[in-house]
């Protein structure tokens, strides 16, 4: 098939490296469906994909974490122009931004309790509780921390890292991944993926290590709470405004859930979420990659 794919990845991110493992999966899957393929690391060859864009008939961004998240790369694209995979710069700006998201979404969606700050602060919840970065991804900078001393020493560090931390109330319940993809303007939510870490919680090494985390899909939920996700995450999906694809995290408790995050480009690695939900489903690594391009084609 005559059309031209650049496939932009690995970047300056924390995440580099998972994206480039993502890249190796599309990789092979974009020259396996017949598609001509050319490969660009956002962190070295940016400026040779400005000068051979105009061949390029569609672009596929695997950047993991700001730049490929954040709206950066998705607003250089629209400079262009260009076609690409996955939600505007907007929406990802907004989605990148845990603190404008659960702004938008805990109108109507629960959300466990949360402070932002940019300073020390004294403990806003019982422990244990959570400390995420403002703009992150993969877990990175996030903590459950059980006492005073651990609060201090995380918050303290991470806010050094990030420059603004949210602190939020540590929900105990079952962690649930809950990928979405379009097909022909059609929104599907995949089977809903249960993960189950042997670590405390589900954080980087447990995300991208073999072996330490066990998935469930579909996760075994009652139909009525089941049913309830799938439609309220085909909602925001479609309120927020995005596109091709995208991962929403929650936790379960008894039978009600609390919406964590959401991902615009979520991982395409061997152990990623979206990939086992999509199999579950019933499509191949090849039939999801198909599915996007043909989105934008």
Excluded: W
């Amino acid at each position: 098939m005559n059309y031209n794919i650049a496939l932009i990845y690995g970047g300056n991110s924390n995440e580099r490296e998972v994206s480039i493992e993502s890249a190796k999966n599309v990789e092979k899957a974009i020259k396996n469906l017949g598609y001509t393929l050319f490969k660009y690391d956002l962190k070295y060859d940016f400026e040779k994909f400005l000068k051979e864009h105009k061949r390029i008939d569609l672009v596929f961004n695997v950047v993991h974490g700001y730049e490929g998240e954040d709206g950066a790369l998705q607003k250089k694209l629209e400079s262009l122009g260009g076609k690409y995979i996955g939600s505007n710069s907007k929406v990802s700006e907004e989605t990148f931004d845990k603190l404008i998201f659960m702004k938008k979404i805990g109108k109507n969606f629960s959300i466990p309790d949360y402070v932002s700050t940019k300073i020390y602060i004294d403990p806003p919840f019982e422990f244990p509780l959570i400390i995420k970065p403002r703009k992150s991804g993969s877990s990175l900078g996030i903590h459950i921390c059980h006492n005073i001393e651990e609060y201090k020493k995380f918050l303290i560090e991470e806010l050094k890292n990030y420059g603004e931390m949210i602190v939020q109330k540590f929900i105990k319940g079952r962690e649930i991944s809950v990928s979405i993809i379009e097909k022909n303007k059609e929104i599907i939510v995949l089977p809903i993926l249960e993960i189950k870490p042997k670590k405390e919680f589900y954080d980087y090494e447990a995300k991208y290590t073999q072996g330490l985390t066990e998935f469930e899909v579909p996760a075994n939920l009652n139909k009525e709470l089941e049913e309830k996700i799938k439609n309220d995450f085909k909602k925001i999906f479609k309120d927020i405004g995005l596109k091709d694809f995208a991962r929403i995290d929650a936790i379960v408790k008894e039978n009600d859930y609390y919406i964590l995050e959401a991902n615009t480009i979520p991982g395409l690695t061997e152990l990623s979420d979206l990939p086992q939900s999509a199999y579950a489903y019933g499509l191949s690594f090849e039939n999801l990659i198909d599915i996007l391009i043909k989105n934008n084609i």
